[in-house]
């Protein structure tokens, strides 16, 4: 699916002082609220919406500075901001009980509402149960692309950004598939342009940053997890290069009420790389 197709199936909602990119089926069923990773954007999962929409609404959102959303250039990209304007936005989507999904990035939003959960709850949104899928919460066993090393470093990050092409963004992404050839080039032009669009390549290095915030709310995120009452939902594809499968049954063996669900060949993004099966998995986890 191309750029412009995928912008036309969502709209741009106005959250606080920003604009973000919406998708929501809004088709009477309990909502699946997903959180996207890095550095990419919810279209992420175009060819899974097939699959999970005849069981859930499904809502999601572009972070700040990522797909189609508003990329301030004076913006701090904490990850507890971004946790703000989620909860921001759900409440005016009218979003009372969900289901959260979350992948990469978006796992740290996800451990965040948990610490906020396990603290003082989350008023106005009760979740069913979380479903957290190959995000480096244990950032001292992640892997990280030269690239994410390049774009962290305060003086070479900006440069690397400015300088970044879309041949940049096939080559890291076909490192991150367990089948390099599965990245079709459509799909290569449409995250390109969104990764670009609203001036998104002044925001990569910043943006980039929360590999950093990982590690200074290590204890409160990986303490969230495990203190929460929640069920938690383990899915991991087996050959990520990145959020490698040790750091899952880490998760498995410290969560409590937790199952692990490993798919095998199959990457960083499995919702890409085999939609129909990654779907299947996560309508298992939540039967």
């Not at 919406?22 to 279209?43: A, Q």
């Not at 990280?144 to 774009?151: C, D, E, F, T, V």
């Amino acid at each position: 699916m191309q750029a412009t197709q995928w912008r036309s199936k969502g709209e741009r909602i106005q959250v606080g002082e920003f604009k973000h990119f919406v998708y929501d089926s809004n088709n009477g069923k309990p909502p699946l609220l997903i959180l996207h990773g890095y550095p990419t954007c919810v279209y992420d999962y175009h060819k899974a919406l097939i699959h999970l929409e005849p069981h859930f609404r499904v809502v999601m959102h572009d972070h700040l500075g990522f797909g189609f959303s508003d990329k301030p250039m004076n913006y701090s990209y904490s990850l507890l901001e971004q946790t703000d304007q989620a909860l921001m936005l759900w409440r005016q989507l009218g979003i009372q009980h969900a289901t959260l999904l979350a992948h990469d990035y978006g796992t740290s939003i996800a451990t965040e509402l948990l610490a906020r959960q396990l603290r003082l709850g989350l008023p106005g949104l009760d979740l069913a149960a979380v479903v957290l899928c190959n995000g480096s919460m244990h950032i001292e066993m992640a892997q990280l692309r030269p690239i994410q090393k390049m774009l962290l470093n305060s003086w070479l990050g900006p440069w690397v950004a400015k300088l970044s092409r879309r041949r940049t963004l096939a080559n890291n992404l076909r490192k991150t598939y367990h089948q390099a050839e599965l990245v079709s080039e459509e799909e290569i032009d449409a995250l390109w342009t969104m990764m670009t669009a609203h001036n998104g390549r002044e925001v990569l290095a910043q943006t980039t940053q929360y590999i950093r915030q990982r590690k200074t709310y290590w204890h409160r995120w990986i303490g969230a997890l495990r203190g929460t009452s929640l069920p938690i939902k383990l899915l991991w594809a087996q050959n990520d290069p990145v959020a490698v499968i040790a750091m899952a049954r880490t998760l498995a063996a410290e969560i409590p009420h937790n199952e692990l669900l490993e798919l095998a060949d199959l990457g960083h993004f499995p919702m890409l790389e085999d939609p129909a099966r990654w779907s299947a998995a996560v309508l298992q986890l939540l039967a």
